[in-house]
């Protein structure tokens, strides 16, 4: 009997492990294509790769917190209709926070939030503008050390007029906050969110 339980938990590490490796790879493989992505054909093709993934896995929050960071990327950026894509990335992004609730997530439905609210911003700023910046919030509190709601914080507040309490004035301190947080900040692995850094530096040379 103890040699069979020995055996047991021995093929259980090691059929453990054999999937951890497959799914190391996958996701490896699926990061590379996302940031070789150009266009929406093949951000679609990367976000459906990582829901198949998260479909498969089911207890990995992160394939689809990218398959839902895929979608509001291609919201943002008009790459086909800006409400169906946003929906897209919110049923995606509800899937990732069923399995974890975290800062990175936080910041996803900020993004998602943010594009809804860009469709028709004078109609939508009661619901859309001011939840994409309580999800800032909530991540910031989710974790201290994230720089990415600050990042998005400081993209949000440059690209709002000063009379609406943005402008480069309000948004520079927040983009600086955002890239000392990044001189430190270490992704739990290399599959972990570790994107931004670009989004702050962007704000800075905008405010020069």
């Not at 919201?75 to 919110?90: F, I, N, V, Y």
């Not at 909530?138 to 690209?159: C, E, F, H, M």
Request: proline share 4%.
């Amino acid at each position: 009997m103890k040699q069979f339980i020995i055996g047991l938990f021995l093929f259980i590490g090691i059929n453990t492990f054999a999937q951890n490796e497959k799914f190391q790879a996958a996701m490896g493989g699926t990061l590379k294509q996302l940031g070789e992505a150009k266009d929406a054909s093949s951000f679609a093709e990367v976000a459906a790769k990582f829901e198949r993934i998260g479909d498969a896995e089911k207890t990995q929050w992160l394939p689809f917190y990218y398959a839902a960071l895929t979608k509001a990327r291609m919201s943002m950026q008009r790459m086909g209709d800006q409400d169906q894509l946003a929906d897209e990335a919110q049923v995606l992004i509800d899937k990732a926070k069923a399995i974890e609730k975290n800062s990175e997530i936080n910041c996803v439905e900020s993004m998602i939030a943010t594009s809804k609210m860009l469709v028709d911003p004078q109609s939508r700023w009661m619901q859309y503008g001011q939840a994409s910046m309580q999800f800032l919030e909530d991540a910031k509190k989710a974790d201290a050390t994230n720089p990415r709601p600050y990042a998005l914080q400081s993209i949000s507040l440059k690209n709002t007029p000063e009379a609406f309490g943005g402008g480069c004035g309000v948004a520079k301190p927040v983009a600086d906050k955002a890239l000392e947080l990044f001189k430190t900040f270490k992704p739990a692995s290399a599959l972990h969110p570790n994107w931004g850094n670009e989004i702050a530096q962007s704000v800075i040379d905008g405010c020069k």
